[in-house]
């Protein structure tokens, strides 16, 4: 035995809710993709380039979606409204150790659909999917302690607070700790 895992190609896949449709991106989101991610709100709880545009969005949907999944590092997916096909959020999955069967899940939502728990439904129908259909054992999510609204995404989406990871993130207004959150397979039993 040579000691080596191999790399393991994230999986492509598509999830359904009643109200949303998870999918991975596509060239065409980057418009929307660019909305979120440009958001004050959003802006305020993720290190994204304060100056975010099309240009950013069009490599996030594309190459830096293509280059996650074929490392195996996680994938970038649009939270697509039924209704009426409207890209309205953005999940990501990271951190993925394949030996462990772990991944994080990480989101931003369009301030037009905030509070309507369009970011729970998601993040639980990924979780899920991973756990159950790609053998993942446990999904964290990661929040900074002062945003209430991703704790309660947390707390919907069925997740068990762990505790604080000081000094483990950064925001543009500087470091910040976590709060880590996770769903495990035992959960879903």
């Not at 505790?163 to 950064?170: E, H, I, M, W």
């Amino acid at each position: 035995m040579s000691g080596h895992v191999a790399v393991r190609r994230f999986p492509m896949l598509t999830v359904a809710t009643p109200r949303l449709t998870v999918r991975s991106l596509e060239a065409d989101d980057a418009p929307e993709v660019a909305g979120v991610f440009a958001d004050k709100q959003t802006q305020r709880w993720l290190p994204f380039p304060a100056e975010y545009g099309n240009i950013e969005a069009k490599s996030w949907c594309t190459e830096m979606a293509a280059e996650r999944r074929d490392s195996g590092a996680g994938d970038h997916y649009g939270v697509v409204r039924r209704e009426d096909g409207r890209l309205v959020g953005c999940l990501w999955t990271k951190r993925t150790d394949w030996v462990a069967r772990v991944t994080e899940i990480a989101y931003a939502i369009a301030p037009a659909v905030r509070g309507f728990g369009v970011a729970a439904e998601a993040v639980d129908a990924l979780a899920i999917a991973l756990i159950l259909e790609h053998g993942f054992q446990r999904i964290e999510l990661r929040v900074a302690p002062g945003n209430v609204a991703s704790r309660r995404v947390a707390e919907k989406a069925g997740c068990t607070y762990e505790g604080l990871l000081r000094n483990a993130g950064y925001v543009h207004s500087g470091r910040v700790d976590l709060e880590v959150w996770s769903l495990v397979a035992a959960d879903l039993h």
